[in-house]
């Protein structure tokens, strides 16, 4: 039998498919019709920076899963890149993941060299990029962008608290060691500001080439020099080897080392006797109570089989930051000035503290006095509350 439709069928019928088409526009871009939301995860993998980036990547997608494995709705598919901390390689390894791979966020990186490359492209490009730990402190100062974002700190914010708080300790000589690059640098700068500006004097500037761990020879220069203190940035790897090679010297008896709390996080475990009693500035520590710190530690716990550390707190907030940003548009990355809006307005529960942004995207938040005892970088006072950045030529 030969079915014929009654134009009025036809009619109908279309109008029943328009009006389903319509349903699906209006559950708009949070539907599960939408395309995945791409993050471009460059972070180092290998290298002395390793631990640190699968921290960041850990909390991250611990993050991203506590939010239902969505951002704004949408679920995520992830583009991972090790980018050795080569700043060399940064600006390939970067084009892989906003050219090649068309990823919607970029996250990273560790390394301050590589993370100045990356806010470039990214500028270049228009791309949104979450940093999670590097703090070249020029990204959130003078080449500062809308599209460009920390949740870590940045470099001169660790120095500038122990060179007050080794200030207010009547230390009247340093000597600073570090890496030779604008992490280092930087730290250093922000020590010799506060203890100067306090009545103290930087001796003698020493740094060696990153990612290099052949101490021996500063350590002889230092005990020749008899600073009152040492000052130093190292991180990762390399400062596992430092703070042993520090006790080995025998330097830890007669010459207080202190530093960027990156010295001793993550790496207890492995530095053992040698860093007891250390002294540092951070902007989280072991011992903070409150209910976000708590219920993040258990979690990371649970997942992971090991305690997070501050590249861990970082890595998660990075997460929690565009969770604010795409929830305040359902997932439409499209919507750039109101994701932005909502990225510089946020107030994040981070289990470091409570934490907002600065006009350059960078955190404000208290530094912490931390002291080793044991396997904890234990909390002991308050180094600066609520540091932020000098302005520095951010133009927002
Ligand atoms: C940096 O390069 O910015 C950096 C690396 C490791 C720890 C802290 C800062």
Redesign the pocket.
């Known amino acids: 039998m030969k079915v014929t439709r009654n134009p009025l069928h036809r009619i109908a019928a279309i109008a029943v498919a328009g009006a389903a088409a319509g349903l699906l526009l209006s559950a708009g871009p949070a539907s599960a019709q939408q395309p995945k939301i791409k993050i471009g995860l460059m972070l180092p993998y290998t290298g002395t920076?390793a631990a640190?980036g699968t921290s960041i990547t850990n909390a991250f997608k611990l993050a991203i899963d506590e939010n239902g494995g969505k951002l704004g709705g949408r679920e995520i598919e992830y583009f991972t890149v090790d980018d050795e901390s080569d700043p060399a390689k940064a600006p390939d390894n970067a084009n892989k993941l906003i050219k090649r791979d068309q990823v919607d966020v970029l996250v990273g990186t560790?390394?301050?060299?590589v993370?100045l490359a990356m806010a470039k492209l990214a500028r270049d490009n228009n791309t949104l990029l979450v940093i999670p730990?590097?703090?070249?402190d020029d990204i959130t100062g003078p080449l500062c962008a809308a599209n460009v974002f920390r949740t870590s700190f940045s470099?001169s914010q660790m120095g500038i608290a122990m060179g007050k708080v080794m200030a207010e300790q009547k230390k009247k000589t340093a000597v600073t060691l570090t890496w030779k690059?604008?992490?280092g640098d930087e730290s250093v700068g922000g020590f010799k500001e506060t203890f100067e500006a306090g009545g103290g004097k930087v001796i003698k500037e020493l740094s060696l080439p990153f990612p290099q761990v052949e101490f021996q020879s500063y350590l002889t220069e230092i005990a020749a020099l008899k600073p009152d203190v040492v000052y130093v940035?190292f991180?990762?790897g390399g400062a596992v080897k430092f703070v042993k090679d520090y006790a080995a010297a025998g330097l830890n008896k007669t010459i207080p080392l202190v530093g960027?709390g990156?010295l001793t996080d993550g790496t207890l475990e492995a530095q053992g006797d040698a860093a007891q009693g250390l002294l540092t500035t951070l902007h989280y520590g072991d011992g903070l109570t409150n209910p976000k710190n708590n219920a993040f530690r258990a979690a990371y716990a649970k997942a992971f089989k090991t305690d997070p550390d501050v590249y861990a707190v970082q890595g998660y907030d990075a997460a929690q930051l565009l969770i604010i940003g795409m929830n305040a548009v359902k997932g439409d990355t499209t919507k750039r000035a109101e994701i932005v809006k909502a990225m510089e307005s946020a107030k994040i529960d981070s289990p470091r503290g409570s934490l907002a942004l600065s006009k350059g995207h960078n955190p404000i938040h208290d530094i912490y006095l931390r002291k080793v005892e044991g396997k904890e970088n234990k909390v002991i006072g308050v180094a600066v509350k609520d540091l932020t950045d000098p302005p520095r030529g951010c133009k927002l």
């Open positions: 920076f640190l560790v390394h301050s060299g993370a730990n590097a703090g070249a470099n690059y604008a992490a940035f991180a990762g960027a990156f």
